[in-house]
């Protein structure tokens, strides 16, 4: 079992900037990947950015120019910086750590971003 547990969410103007970070507790030992999605309101969930244990990132299209993925091993932690944030990134951001055959997600962590 793993638990994560979002924080940093807000409502934020566009063009600002938020940081959001996840915490991983229980069997943390088995996790290597780390990611963030989130879930625009009407919209599906949708991928952020991911992170491997040995700092190997994806991002979403939208991501690429403005979001950055990291994490802390020692304190088992991911983290998502966002910059020039646009109001279409308005959504519930979930974070995600998949240990086969489970996928874990955290209880989310609501950003609003006001034009």
């Known amino acids: 079992q793993v638990q994560l547990v979002e924080s940093g969410g807000g409502l934020v103007q566009a063009g600002g900037s938020l940081r959001l970070s996840c915490a991983a507790s229980?069997?943390?030992?088995?996790?290597?990947?780390m990611g963030w999605y989130r879930q625009p309101p009407g919209k599906q969930r949708e991928l952020v950015a991911t992170i491997t244990k040995g700092g190997r990132t994806n991002y979403a299209d939208f991501a690429k120019e403005r979001f950055t993925i990291s994490r802390d091993n020692a304190k088992n932690r991911v983290y998502l910086q966002m910059n020039s944030l646009k109001p279409e990134d308005t959504a519930v951001y979930y974070c995600?750590?998949?240990?086969?055959?489970?996928?874990?997600w955290g209880q989310g962590t609501q950003v609003t971003v006001s034009s």
């Open positions: 995600n750590v998949p240990v086969a055959p489970t996928v874990y």
């Open positions: 229980g069997s943390i030992f088995s996790i290597t990947v």
